[in-house]
């Protein structure tokens, strides 16, 4: 008979939301199956790429085992994606009614009042409903066998869940990261935050420390400044976002600095003790080492991710594995083992739901079909949601000046784009890189509040091979903010226009006049 999964999985705080998130995605009663003969594909990881990875090629008609130790969905909807995004969107209800003077709309001081309680039990309540898509019932109504337990290579084709052993043709490890927590004296016996605990607060924290300043740290402190929080975003470089174009980076900066947000750049937290009932964050200036003290109610650790490769075998199957770069694989997915591929956080540098999903789909055709994809020809957009949102894809002007690469560079301000305007919402601009002298799009960074749904235009016009020539002459909805990308095209268009070219044509115009 098959055997009842043992382990138990919770999700805080089990209200009714978390009940139905867990029942769909880490039943408690879930038996797993019992193998029957080799796998074409066995899955490790039920998060984007696992999930993808699985459903694809049960889809094409392959013989799949899904695993998963904890919950299905893994970082994306449980402690990533979804969640973050619904805080997002309510500290933009918040911020909007703040700002509602501006448009004409009086609200009385003090009218307004921010439910946190509330904020967050709408979260898991929409976090619930979307875990059935990624539930344990719903893959194996598909054909797949789900396995819910620790997996664990014991040869380089084979794999044991519990007591029962798979046998395997092809695998995919897709076992994603975690929150990576510096050795910072004290703050392991403090209960700090990280993105896989955040989303169980109850009670907005009066005064929160943020350490580290990427995607998550800039997302979560403005959003808990605008709910009411105190917040300071504690960063050990020159400034947020680091690995952004400088001039969009400065923009988010602006607005988080307007939003409250204190930060304190070239600082890093030295130590973290606990004073009766509050926190002391001792940070020290990188520039002269003067020592101070952020005083905080809670912490939260963004400082990075680090891989999910511990209880996995990996040398039994003979996968190579570094503890920070995680599963190593050459550029068609492939490990060290030719049988066992990987996908998403777990192998790449793209640690994005969207990059898992297209690296996904490339195992699938490269380990069962013959297929020689790479994954360095994909061009992946990335997004960080502040407000306004910063979306980058390809090349930055640092990365061509260090690879050498002379391109042209294409500009529109916000404050240039009718409804952006309308909008209030003029801060930010849209740049474009080419190659030089040509329209061949290399990279683009949008800073704006949609920037997320702009990048795609570009993304879609760099993957066709389209250049800026093609954009300019697409016909765009006036007025809405995408209008500033054919602007930046119309921006190219005028380069032609050379002396030489306007000679000509006004002896054309003479010759007809």
Partial sequence: MPRSIESIVEARPLDEHNRVLVGNVHPQDWENPVPKGRYHMVVIGAGTAGLVTAIGAAGLGAKVALIERNLMGGDCLNSGCVPSKALIRAAHGAANVRDAGQFGVRVAEGASEIDFGQVMERMRRLRAGISAHDSARRFSDQGIDVYLGQATFTGPRQVRVGDQTLEFAKACVATGTRAMVPPVPGLDKVGALTNETVFALTELPKRLAVI??????????????????QVTLIEGGRGLLNREDRDAAAVVERSLRRDGVSMLFGTKAAAVASDQAELLVKVASEDDGKPSEVRVDRILVAAGRMPNIEDLGLDAAGVECDKRRGVIVDDRLRTSNPHVYAAGDICSAYKFTHAADAMARIVIGNALFFGRSKASSLNIPWCTYSDPELAHLGLSESQAEERNIAIDTYRTEMSAVDRAVLDSEAEGFVKIHCKRGTDRILGATIVARHAGE??????????????????????????????AIRKTADAYQRTRLTPTVQRLLKAILRLRG
């Fill in 212 to 229: 580290g300043a990427g995607p998550i740290g800039v997302e979560m402190a403005q959003s808990f400044a605008r709910y009411g929080s």
């Fill in 454 to 483: 702009m990048i795609s235009e570009v993304t879609t016009a760099m993957t066709a091979g389209v250049g800026l020539r093609a954009i300019a002459s697409t016909i765009h909805p006036y007025p809405t903010q995408a209008e």
